[in-house]
Structure formats: C-alpha cells, structure tokens
C-alpha cells in the first residue's frame, strides 16, 4: 500500500523543507547585492508567479493522480514523458551526491565553530579556516590527498539523512517538524540580532530600494529565474515523489501557494540577516553571489567582526551554522527521496533497501569530493548540472504536459478539493504552455552560448582542464540524458519491472 502524508501540515512542512536549503541562506542574498536589491525581487517576485508557483502545483498534481515516482508520473502522462522522468530522478542523483558534501562542510563550520573566539577580529585567519580545514588545491589534481575531517562529517551527513529518511513518510513527517522550524528560529535569532547593529538600515536599503537601471542587465533575468527554478525543488523528482503521498483530499493549489511563499519568506529573511549583518560590520560591498565564498569565506570574516567579545561571536557562528544544517538536512533527504521513491516504484522493490542502498552509492561516489580536487570537481559537476540537465528537464516537462496531453486534465486535478481559491485557467495555461516554454529555453540557450563564448571548450571556470569537464561536466550531462534509455533496456531484461504502468485515465479516482 502507498505510504501517504500523516497530515496536511506534514506534508507542507515536507516541501517547505525540501524548497528551502542552501541556496536561500546564501545564495539568494548573494544575487539580490549584485543585481539592485530590490530590483531582483521584482523580477523574482515576476518569475515565481509565472513559472515557479504553476509548475510546482503541476508535478505534485501529477504525483497524486498517478501515485508514482517522477518517471512512472510523466510516462502516464505520455509514454515518452518517462525519459523527462528519470532525467529528473538523474538531475536527483547527482546533486544528492555533492550536495551531501556541502552538508558536511556545513557541519564541520559547526564543529570549528569555537575556533572564531580566537579569530576576533582576525578576519585574514577566520576566511581561510575553511578552505585549509578541507584541504583543497582548488585544481583537479589533488586526488592523491584526502581531508579526513570532511570524510567523517559526510559520513555523519549520509547517516543523518538515511535516519530521516529509512521509514519513508512516517520518519520523515517526524523530521520536519523540527527542521523545518528551527531555522526560522535560528533566522529570526540573527535578524534581531542584525537590526540593532550599526548601519542595519543601510544595509536593508541595498536590499529592498531597487535599482531599476539593473533590469536591463540580462544576467539579472537569468540569475532571479535560475534561482525560482532551483529553489522550489522542481524538475529534480522530488515534488512528483512527495506530490504521490498526498492525500486524495489534499488542497494543492492552496498548499503550493503556502509552499512557495513560504520559500520566498524564508529566503527574504536570510536576505535580512545577511545585509544587515554586513552591513554592521563594514563589509557590505564584500558580499559575493556564490553561495560558498558567502557561507564559508566572507560570512566568518563578518562573524569575527561582530564584537571585540571572543565568545559572542564564537555563540553567534554557533547558531548560524546550525542553521545551515537545518537547512541543509531535509534537503538532502527530499532529494534521496524522489530518486529513490521513483526507482522501488519502477522495479517493485522494497522502499526501504533501496533507499539504503541509494545512500550507500551516492555515499561512495561523494567521495571523489573529499580529495584535494574536490572543490574543483563539485564546481565543474554543479555547474553542468544546474546550467542544462536541470533546464532541460524543465523544459521537457512543460512541453509534454502543455503540448502533448490535455492540460485540462491536470488543472483539475490541481483545483480537485478547492472552494476559496481555484488555480486560473488564464494563470496556468499560460505558464505551462508559453511562458514556461519559452523563457526556460532562453534560460538554456543563454547558458549554452555562455559556456562556448565566454567559458571557451570549459565552461566551468578557468584553470578547469577539458578532460575534467568531459568526465564530470558532459558525460555526467550525457548519461542523464540517456538515463531513460538505459532504465528501459535494465527493465526490459528483469522480472520485477512495472514497465506497464497505467495511463492517466486508466487510473481510478
């Protein structure tokens, strides 16, 4: 039988958690300094509405009709929608297994946390604790060494994330009640903190006064859309595997609206924290769009800034990285989930192996980003990744949902239980079949362009050899993108492959 959600909160709480991580603690502050401030949350404001908020309420819709996995949700859709799915279940996989490691450098900053007490003030020591501490050449030449403090904390991560995880929706309702609210807890500790700082308002003016000269930067566009895209947690599998526990009653098109606000508040208040803090300390020109430079570079020079008290600071490092794993965890989780929800779906397998085995070989795998040439690695991968197969994904799925099926269908699946609110006819046919379309193959044509013009035959930064980018940038993008095709011949030969799964309207109500 279907594990379902325990309740209608949990379920919530499960996607707010999985669309917030990483990238709104850091990233997002990063890109609204470079582009304007305000400016960036118009057009990212802009971009949730038209593509974000109709193509989460899309995949979940899809996983509770269908009550399968990314793959088996699109091929009953469209029998050539299967091929979207497991691009979405590889998009998962990958990510899962760096993303796992950036956990674990998050949990290391934890663990160094007491070392900022000794760095008051010494903001040269402070930003290069982390980037000794992992032992990195910031080449891909450094595999023959290995930085055993971030292997211990991956394996703290996978373990962590397999606890949350191993009893499926029991297990992981349990989890997000916690960490879905306790880096709001940890947010609104350190925006308080942030406001009685000197300059707070400064640094609240950079981020909400726009700067409407910036929206005729391109790169602005790009970044607030990439960032919709990435933070709700679509076209990774993860929303159609936690759309499949959702019971029949459930209020999607209100829950999404929650979700997606929710994300976008969360994000907005780490903006918060992030500016004013800076801005207190003198070192609000030094924020950086990259999210690892932010969270592990110039955030410890603002920590050891904050006070001349050694034990203040020290405290206040505490709970920021503590709110980073919180962050970081149930992200992690919902993504082992939809790849590993979309694989026991297919071959009829037992959810819980498979999952272990799912940590287990991500697990391995991540250890090539424990080397000295990991830094390099997980930039080269992460870019690929996040510039085409996840782009692609996006676009493949509102293609075949909005050209090649009755998109009748899932409106009414999205609008099935609601009376107050129902999603617009006007507002999703819209979306679906020619803003999305059109604006995520832009998005992809921008970054391919980008990659041959202005990135050369690398595309991942200089200093990054071809070989590099051809093992870890093009063929991890090439077999995502056959991923469908190998699963097909991998199912054609077994005995427990569901490789006739029911239509869309071969399914009861």
């Known amino acids: 039988m279907r594990d379902k959600w325990s309740s209608r909160s949990t379920f919530i709480l499960a996607a707010v958690g999985s669309a917030v991580g990483l990238g709104n603690a850091w990233r997002f502050p990063g890109l609204a300094a470079k582009h304007g401030g305000g400016a960036f949350l118009f057009v990212y404001v802009l971009a949730m509405l038209l593509i974000g908020i109709p193509l989460l309420m899309m995949e979940i819709a899809i ?27 590889s998009n998962g996989i990958a990510i899962g297994i760096y993303y796992a490691v950036v956990f674990a450098w998050v949990i290391l900053m934890f663990l160094l946390s007491f070392k900022f007490a000794g760095f008051t003030g010494d903001t040269e020591s402070a930003s ?31 373990i962590a994330c397999y606890l949350c995880i191993r009893n499926g929706t029991t297990s992981v309702g349990k989890v997000v009640k916690y960490t879905v609210s306790l880096p709001v807890i940890c947010l609104l500790i350190l925006a308080v903190r942030g406001f009685t700082m000197p300059g707070a308002m400064e640094g609240l ?16 566009w790009v970044d607030a859309i990439g960032q919709v895209f990435y933070s709700l ?22 829950d999404c609206v929650i979700i997606a606000v929710s994300d ?56 920021f990285y503590f709110c980073l794993i919180t962050l970081a965890i149930d992200s992690l989780f919902s993504i082992v989930e939809g790849s590993s929800t979309a694989i026991a779906d297919k071959f009829k397998l037992n959810k819980k192996k498979t999952t272990t085995v799912l940590c287990l070989i991500e697990g391995v795998l991540g250890l090539i980003f424990v080397t000295g040439a990991g830094l390099a690695c997980l930039d080269i991968v992460d870019n690929f990744v996040n510039s085409y197969t996840l782009i692609l994904t996006g676009i493949f799925e ?12 899932v409106l009414d699946q999205i609008n099935l239980n609601t009376q107050n609110f129902k999603m617009p006819k ?39 050899s071809l070989l590099s980018n051809i093992i870890l940038g093009w063929l991890v993008m090439g077999l995502s993108l056959i991923s469908g095709f190998i699963v097909k011949a991998i199912a054609k030969s077994g005995k427990k492959s569901a490789e006739e799964e029911a239509g869309w309207d071969d399914i009861k109500e």
């Open 128 to 158: 290069k604790l982390w980037i000794t501490t992992i032992n990195t050449t910031g080449t891909t030449s450094g595999f023959g060494t290995i930085s055993w403090p971030v292997l211990g904390c991956l394996l703290i991560a996978w």
């Open 63 to 89: 996983g509770r009709r269908t009550r399968q996995g990314a793959p088996g949700a699109m091929r009953a859709v469209n029998k050539t929608g299967e091929h979207a799915g497991w691009i979405a279940v």
């Open 426 to 464: 006007w507002w999703f046919y819209l979306s679906i079949k020619f803003v999305a379309p059109v604006i995520l193959t832009a998005l992809f044509v921008w970054n391919v362009v980008s990659l041959f013009v202005g990135g050369g035959i690398y595309g991942a930064g200089d200093g990054y």
């Open 398 to 409: 509102v293609i075949i949902v909005g050209w090649c099926f009755k998109t009748s269908k």
């Open 264 to 319: 976008f508040v969360i994000s907005l208040l780490a903006g918060i924290v992030m500016f004013t803090t800076m801005a207190g300390v003198g070192m609000l020109d030094n924020m950086s769009a990259s999210g690892i430079s932010t969270a592990f570079i110039i955030y410890p020079q603002a920590i050891v800034s904050l006070t001349k008290v050694p034990w203040i600071n020290a405290a206040f490092a505490y709970v």
């Open 233 to 254: 947690s679509v076209a990774m599998a993860i929303m159609f595997a936690y759309g499949s526990f959702v019971d029949e009653k459930a209020n999607i098109a209100i």
């Open 205 to 220: 003016a950079k981020l909400f006064v726009p700067d409407w000269s910036a929206l005729g930067d391109s790169t602005l």
